[in-house]
């Protein structure tokens, strides 16, 4: 009897322990989206920078709770749904309303359905990836992943308030910008996902190189090197279709003269 109530001790010890590791991915996701939620409190008392911080740390937990989740072997069904909510939460409204207060109300109606814009788009681009995730690869996203577009936007209130610009931020570009984003979160334009390069090409010499490099450029100027890098990535994703449309259309082979002859 004593043997017996040790081993369903030890069991249940086992069952708690592993609850307690599912548990965990999930609690980095609600620590998301209480920095999403967090931003927009700060966004509407009128402290913009703290609110783009605020979204930059819900990054830090939203790339967090994957891999926790990955490394612990507690991957559900129930965790990606629940990290999709929080994203457009973190993501999608956060960053709309801090942008709009910030820069988009002095348009008015054009500004207001640039957040209205960027959110719907988010929440397509979310509900895409979770349709295509079986199918698309990991190395690249097909579209702007919301976090960067979300990052773009925090990263460029910080590089204006850097500036010192005044308030109210009432510039076109801006609105553009707003726009751009949300076509490019539901194209169909591949974006580098970086979840391939590995810890063995980290620890490689030049790996270290350009980890170290790009440390050293953030750290000189944060705000403004974070909008710099943020912006190549956002960019890059254009520019680098349209360069892989050109290498494909070098590399076929142009139709001789017979050819053409076969076809008529």
């Known amino acids: 009897m004593a043997k017996n109530r040790k081993k369903l001790t030890r069991s249940q010890r086992r069952e708690r322990r592993r609850k307690s590791i599912f548990v965990l991915p999930n609690l980095l996701t609600s620590a998301s989206l209480f920095a999403g939620f967090w931003a927009m409190i700060a966004a509407f008392e009128g402290r913009f920078v703290e609110s783009a911080l605020a979204i930059l740390i819900s990054l830090v937990f939203d790339g967090l709770d994957g891999k926790v989740a990955r490394a612990t072997g507690t991957v559900s069904r129930f965790g990606v749904e629940y990290d999709s909510l929080a994203d457009l939460v973190a993501f999608g ?7 709009y207060l910030y820069a988009l109300k002095p348009f008015g109606r054009l500004g207001f359905l640039a957040a209205f814009l960027f959110v719907a788009c988010g929440a397509l681009r979310l509900a895409r990836f979770n349709v295509q995730v079986e199918t698309v690869g990991t190395k690249y996203f097909v579209g702007l992943p919301i976090p960067a577009a979300a990052s773009m936007l925090a990263t460029t209130v910080l590089f204006l308030e850097e500036l010192g610009l005044q308030r109210p931020v009432e510039h076109w570009p801006l609105v553009v910008m707003a726009y751009l984003l949300s076509f490019l979160m539901v194209s169909q334009i591949h974006y580098l996902s970086f979840k391939e390069l590995g810890v063995a090409k980290l620890k490689s010499f030049n790996g270290l190189v350009a980890m170290l490099l790009c440390f050293i450029l953030v750290a000189i100027e944060p705000q403004v090197m974070g909008f710099v890098l943020l ?8 520019f680098g279709a349209r360069y892989m449309a050109k290498k494909r259309a070098l590399a076929e082979p142009t139709p001789t003269l017979d050819d053409q002859a076969n076809q008529a």
């Not at 409204?93 to 942008?99: D, I």
């Not at 912006?231 to 254009?238: E, I, T």
């Open 93 to 99: 409204v956060a960053p709309a309303v801090l942008f």
């Open 231 to 238: 912006a190549l990535y956002v960019l890059g994703g254009p």
